[in-house]
């Protein structure tokens, strides 16, 4: 992507180096907020379904940030600056891609702020650690990020550049546009209703999508308004959203799939519905999710 030049938001709060820890999430969805996330407990999710120990959910970023530190502290701190900047921008924009798109539908967007962390953080829904993922809680209308998570997606899942790391901050901005509209709260109703957890994930699975979608629509916005995408941009995005589709995690975990336990959506849904937002950036397309049949998503 080209960015130099490019404003950073002023919606941005930097928790890295703080003694905030978690030793958990509290995943409510209720009347308190919900934590929703692009791909929760990514780190040591392979080892864990294959293991069964789930230390490495909790110790592996911790452990492979330690190692990176170790002799290299200079090049850490300039990369994750580096990553710290990008970060800004991309939430600048997605400011102002939405803020004009709810402007022209009779709407007033309000900034959702992004929290930078490390190792652990406590947020309106609860504490969380590095391997929770990037996350949106809407108790307190915030993004949280560890950076490292950029690199876990190129070195576990082998999902890297830089419009794929904005389309991860994209899809979080994705839930707040969800939290706006009224739409998360309505689900997540939906969700504590469900007589099953089945029943439950399909629900979330939608919510997922439509935060695809809607991260799809940013970026046709974004290239529309800044033309800043460059040749492969949209590939990294769309290669990401396979990588981290249910059917695709559980298939490199234990070498099965069920569709019971899907939370996030299909590989080739989370592509189809990104794919279509980054085509279209037409806003009613991403009703069909909330309406249509399973076969249909």
């Known amino acids: 992507m080209k960015l130099d030049g490019r404003r950073t938001s002023s919606n941005v709060e930097d928790r890295r180096g703080g003694s905030s820890s978690g030793s958990g999430m509290n995943f409510s969805s209720g009347k308190k907020g919900g934590c929703i996330g692009i791909i929760l407990l990514l780190v040591g999710f392979i080892y864990y379904a294959k293991t069964g120990d789930s230390s490495l959910l909790n110790s592996s970023l911790t452990s492979e940030q330690t190692t990176v530190q170790t002799g290299q502290t200079s090049q850490k701190s300039s990369k994750d600056n580096e990553l710290f ?34 190792d652990g953080v406590n947020t309106g829904c609860g504490s969380a650690t590095s391997a929770t993922g990037p996350f949106y809680c809407s108790a307190d209308q915030k993004l949280y990020l560890d950076l490292s998570f950029f690199q876990t997606m190129k070195s576990q899942l082998g999902a890297s550049g830089d419009f794929a790391q904005a ?23 939906q969700m504590n209703q469900a007589r099953s957890e089945a029943e439950a994930n399909r629900i979330s699975v939608r919510i ?5 979608f809607y991260a799809g629509v940013w970026g046709f916005y974004e290239q529309k308004t800044f033309k800043s995408l460059e040749d492969g941009d949209l590939e990294e995005a769309i290669n990401c959203a396979m990588k ?8 490199q975990a234990r070498g099965t799939v069920n569709a019971r336990e899907f939370t996030h959506g299909t590989s080739k849904q989370r592509m189809k519905w990104l794919k279509l937002g ?20």
Not at 169 to 188: D, M, N, P
Not at 244 to 251: A, C, R, T
């Open 85 to 118: 900047t990008f970060a800004s921008r991309i939430l600048a924009s997605t400011e102002d891609i939405w803020s004009d798109i709810f402007k022209k539908n009779g709407l007033s967007y309000e900034k959702p702020s992004m929290v930078i962390f490390e």
């Open 167 to 189: 389309y991860v901050i994209a899809h979080e901005v994705g839930h707040h546009v969800e939290y706006l509209t009224g739409v998360l709260s309505k689900l997540h109703n």
């Open 208 to 212: 997922e999508l439509l935060a695809d």
């Open 244 to 251: 981290i589709g249910d059917d695709y995690l559980q298939k």
């Open 278 to 297: 980054l085509t279209t950036g037409d806003l009613s397309k991403g009703n069909v999710i909330l309406t249509c049949s399973e076969s249909e998503l």
